[in-house]
T-cell receptor
Framework: GAVVSQHPSRVICKSGTSVKIECRSLDFQATTMFWYRQFPKKSLMLMATSNEGSKATYEQGVEKDKFLINHASLTLSTLTVTSAHPEDSSFYIC???????????FGPGTRLTVL | AQSVTQLGSHVSVSEGALVLLRCNYSSSVPPYLFWYVQYPNQGLQLLLKYTSAATLVKGINGFEAEFKKSETSFHLTKPSAHMSDAAEYFCAVSEAGSNYQLIWGAGTKLIIKP
């Protein structure tokens, strides 16, 4: 399967600062990728879907100005949490779709803690 | 609309016992079905997938799942549980033409008793 990396794996920041999370596909090029948020002991919540070369499509209730997604290339996407607050603390996971039977390949996740 | 139901937020089995994690789905067209496993503080790893080929799908780590259209089910099984199987398991469904989105079940935490 495809290999997806995320950086950083953990980040602690002060309230009001912005945090950028990188998601890289290491061994294949994908046109579609996803950003998820996962609360403790909960399932994944899709935040947005992005197709390379176009703007991300955000799910209902997700603030696009707060969670900035840049699908820079077929192998790199970034999620920037702007003016982070403690309620933004969560586990953020990215994934790429190979387009093959809709299978998704997941990054290892980023644990964000906002103080 | 698609949906996924995983029966039981927690399942506890003894080491060596049969593992059965239940997943039922709804879909208006033939679906793609997936089981993913998540270990603590890690991303998700694909266990197995159904893509309209064989109804009995074998995955990694000795897991398998059977697609039963009449029951709209895709239950995950393993004949003999191992301590290393303790993790969270997610069932997901997708449809062709859905922009590759997956609809997720709530997850089942598998607990292995020594």
């Amino acid at each position: 399967g495809a290999v997806v990396s995320q950086h950083p794996s953990r980040v602690i920041c002060k309230s009001g600062t912005s945090v950028k999370i990188e998601c890289r596909s290491l061994d294949f090029q994908a046109t579609t990728m996803f950003w998820y948020r996962q609360f403790p002991k909960k399932s994944l919540m899709l935040m947005a879907t992005s197709n390379e070369g176009s703007k991300a499509t955000y799910e209902q209730g997700v603030e696009k100005d707060k969670f900035l997604i840049n699908h820079a290339s077929l192998t790199l996407s970034t999620l920037t949490v702007t003016s982070a607050h403690p309620e933004d603390s969560s586990f953020y996971i990215c994934s790429y779709s190979s387009g093959n039977n809709n299978e998704q390949f997941f990054g290892p996740g980023t644990r964000l803690t906002v103080l | 609309a698609q949906s996924v139901t995983q029966l039981g937020s927690h399942v506890s089995v003894s080491e060596g016992a049969l593992v059965l994690l239940r997943c039922n789905y709804s879909s208006s067209v033939p679906p793609y079905l997936f089981w993913y496993v998540q270990y603590p503080n890690q991303g998700l790893q694909l266990l197995l997938k159904y893509t309209s080929a064989a109804t009995l799908v074998k995955g990694i780590n000795g897991f398998e799942a059977e697609f039963k259209k009449s029951e709209t089910s895709f239950h995950l099984t393993k004949p003999s549980a191992h301590m290393s199987d303790a993790a969270e398991y997610f069932c997901a469904v997708s449809e062709a033409g859905s922009n590759y989105q997956l609809i997720w079940g709530a997850g089942t935490k598998l607990i292995i008793k020594p």
